[in-house]
Nanobody, 127 residues
Framework: QVLVEESGGGLVQAGGSLRLSCVASGRTFSQFAMGWFRRAPGKEREFVAAISWGLGNTNYGNTNYADSVKGRFTISGDNAKNTVYLQMNSLKPEDTAVYYC???????????????WGQGTQVTVSS
């Protein structure tokens, strides 16, 4: 249905910033959601942020954030380009993880709400 691919990961020092990008391709719905999840070493995949998307979505632009990233991360995007961004500021070592982009129908903070996943991009924050 929908193919997603994320990029923009890298190595940064604590307090630094990175911007991740996620491009959706293939057949997208007029009303759907794009989300970011992350998986730290030895941990389960966890929700980071999500945004309501699609030109036909009356909730377009509505966002949902994990408490751990509120005030530091911002999710946004360009619907015409089918691209969603995750601006990550004030990065902490505990933000180190593989970050995944996903497409779903809602902005729920749960893995099973999303049906299409990217391969992930590594974010490493040094202390």
């Amino acid at each position: 249905q929908v193919l997603v691919e994320e990029s923009g990961g890298g190595l940064v020092q604590a307090g630094g910033s990175l911007r991740l990008s996620c491009v959706a391709s293939g057949r997208t719905f007029s009303q759907f959601a794009m989300g970011w999840f992350r998986r730290a070493p030895g941990k389960e995949r966890e929700f980071v942020a999500a945004i309501s998307w699609g030109l036909g979505n009356t909730n377009y632009g509505n966002t949902n954030y994990a408490d751990s990233v509120k005030g530091r991360f911002t999710i946004s995007g360009d619907n015409a380009k089918n691209t969603v961004y995750l601006q990550m500021n004030s990065l902490k070592p505990e933000d180190t993880a593989v970050y995944y982009c996903a497409a779903g129908r809602t902005t729920l903070a749960r893995v099973d709400a999303y049906h299409s996943w990217g391969q992930g991009t590594q974010v490493t924050v040094s202390s």
